[in-house]
Structure formats: structure tokens, C-alpha cells
């Protein structure tokens, strides 16, 4: 079974940071893109940010660059988002996804989108 599991979500304060971690079973991820998506109460469902094999081909929403990096680790099929300098508009359910597309910020459209993970709760409020 495909399988995307998600952790590291939590409450932090604004300007506080957060690791998020995904890992992918039932699949290799080989040549695929990999990424997160969120959704605040409301609100639609937006890419984050995605990866492709090699860590040259990411990208970032313009309201995440500069504060979020992410990565991924082929071997133990993983992977993460690191978010610093977190703000309350950042307060949103962060599903780990993999792409259907193989190249280009394709991977940030929820179109493309082949599978999903569960969801993982981040709040930033002081």
C-alpha cells in the first residue's frame, strides 16, 4: 500500500521553527517529485514547496522563500521541510504529496498531484 506519513507538526510562536518529515512506503520515489502542500480553515489547498530527485530542482511559493528549505533523502525515502521564521499566516494542515509531473514547479499545482499524506497540524500564534 502507498503510503505518505507526516510528522513533526506542533504550536510555535511567530519567529519560532518547525521540522516537518515525511515518509513514503509501499513505493520508491525514485524519479519522482516530491513535496508539501497546505490548507488554512477556509482556505484552498496550496503547494508549499517540491523537489525532484536532485536537490537543484526545488521550489518554494513566493510566501515561503527565503524562510522554508527543503529536502529529501532518496535511500530512506524521506522528506522534509524545514520552516523558520514562522508567521501566523503560516498556520495551516501540511500534507506531504508526490507529483505525478517528473520536472518544473509543475509539482506546486494541486492538479498534479498523485498521492497525498494524511495531514500534519502547524499553528504559529503568540
Known amino acids: 500500500q502507498v503510503q505518505l506519513v507526516e510528522s513533526g507538526g506542533g504550536s510555535v510562536q511567530p519567529g519560532g521553527s518547525l521540522r516537518l518529515s515525511c515518509a513514503a512506503s509501499?513505493?520508491?520515489?525514485?524519479?519522482?517529485?516530491i513535496g508539501w502542500f497546505r490548507q488554512a480553515p477556509g482556505k484552498e489547498r496550496e503547494g508549499v514547496s517540491c523537489?525532484?530527485?536532485?536537490?537543484?530542482?526545488?521550489y518554494y511559493a513566493d510566501s515561503v522563500k527565503g524562510r522554508f528549505t527543503i529536502s529529501r533523502d532518496n535511500a530512506k525515502n524521506t522528506v522534509d521541510l524545514q520552516m523558520n521564521s514562522l508567521k501566523p499566516e503560516d498556520t495551516a494542515v501540511h500534507y506531504c504529496?508526490?507529483?505525478?509531473?517528473?520536472?518544473?514547479?509543475?509539482?506546486?499545482?494541486?492538479?498534479?498531484?498523485?498521492?497525498w499524506g494524511q495531514g500534519t497540524q502547524v499553528t504559529v500564534s503568540s
Open positions: 504529496v508526490v507529483s505525478s509531473t517528473m520536472v518544473g514547479s509543475w509539482c506546486l499545482g494541486r492538479s498534479n498531484v498523485k498521492y
Open positions: 509501499g513505493f520508491t520515489l525514485d524519479y519522482t517529485m
Open positions: 523537489i525532484g530527485r536532485n536537490a537543484g530542482s526545488s
